[in-house]
Nanobody
Framework: QVQLVESGGGLVQAGGSLRLSCAAS????????MGWFRQGPGKEREFVAT????????YYSDSVKGRFTISREKAGNTVYLQMNSLKPEDTGVYYC?????????????????????WGQGTQVTVSS
């Protein structure tokens, strides 16, 4: 019943841009932190970006900082990842996830183990 569905992936040349979307349904994600993770070929799933329930707090991995932007719209439970200046190293399956963080102090997480709900992923391929 609970679903997170990613879209917007595709093939792009290095230096190009893509905008990923994550449509969540089946429950309210209004109080959840949301995150984007990715998994490249032969690699473990890694943290990319996270945003708190209100959208006021964001955090990025060093590898994407300054190039990617995470945002969310509570109406429709939609989360976005704007990816600019893409590099071949950005290639991988990108996953949207939700974490039910209840703390009023810690409002985001980079730890994939803290995310309860996951989408199926969308492929992003960046050619050199």
């Amino acid at each position: 019943q609970v679903q997170l569905v990613e879209s917007g992936g595709g093939l792009v040349q290095a230096g190009g841009s893509l905008r990923l979307s994550c449509a969540a349904s089946g429950r309210s994600f209004v109080s959840d932190a949301m995150g984007w993770f990715r998994q490249g070929p032969g690699k473990e799933r890694e943290f990319v970006a996270t945003i708190d329930w209100s959208g006021a707090v964001t955090y990025y991995s060093d590898s994407v900082k300054g190039r990617f932007t995470i945002s969310r719209e509570k109406a429709g439970n939609t989360v976005y990842l704007q990816m600019n200046s893409l590099k071949p190293e950005d290639t991988g399956v990108y996953y949207c996830a939700a974490a039910a963080i209840r703390s009023s102090i810690v409002v985001i997480s980079t730890n994939l183990d803290e995310y309860e709900y996951w989408g199926q992923g969308t492929q992003v391929t960046v050619s050199s």
